[in-house]
């Protein structure tokens, strides 16, 4: 696993001093997550923030025996369950490695050291949560404004999302049935 990787991710969000670099990278760690493998199972509180070197994984809940999956993620992406972790409150989903997924870990109360003494790390952060919530607010609207075929349109774009994860998950992201995305994929062509 590189740590580089993730060093050449957080120079291009923030400008940070290699001093304050050296302190960031001494409170991460690496981790391999198996495919199928759980890195937080629904009930327990997160307390950890990931960059996902290589691999994805997804975020999702169970009703009534089915699972639903709600997000994605993939290399080079920096993030949490931060319902569960700002609130330190039991997570209502499962996060679970779709393939193997080499990950940089840094614990929160290590994250909160370095929001307290670096603001170049506080700055990062918040650019990393602005990110975020654009991304989250997108997928919302698309939901209300988008129909489902434009739906699946706007995350063909994303060809590593379509590539990766089965159609069964992916119809749960659009909030549609298999069978309809199977429709929409003929009519697509």
Not at 118 to 145: A, D, P, Y
């Amino acid at each position: 696993m590189e740590i580089n990787q993730f060093v050449r991710f957080v120079k291009n969000v923030v400008a940070i001093d290699d001093q304050d670099l050296l302190l960031v990278k001494s409170k991460c760690r690496q981790k391999v997550v198996p495919k199928g493998k759980l890195l937080l199972k629904c009930g327990q509180v997160a307390n950890q923030y990931y960059f996902i070197v290589s691999g994805g994984l997804r975020f999702y809940y169970e009703t009534e025996g089915q699972e639903n999956t709600t997000w994605v993620c993939f290399k080079d992406d920096f993030f949490t369950e931060i319902s569960s972790l700002h609130p330190q409150k039991p997570t209502r989903f499962n996060i679970e490695a779709i393939e193997k997924t080499e990950l940089i870990i840094i614990d929160k109360k290590d994250m909160d050291f370095l929001y307290a003494h670096l603001s170049s790390w506080e700055e990062f952060g918040r650019k990393i949560w602005e990110g975020t919530t654009s991304r989250m607010v997108n997928q919302l609207l698309n939901f209300q404004t988008l129909t489902a075929q434009e739906r699946y349109l706007q995350f063909l774009k994303n060809s590593e999302l379509v590539q990766k994860i089965p159609v069964k998950q992916l119809a749960t992201i659009l909030g549609i049935t298999p069978n309809a995305l199977s429709r929409i994929r003929k009519n697509i062509g």
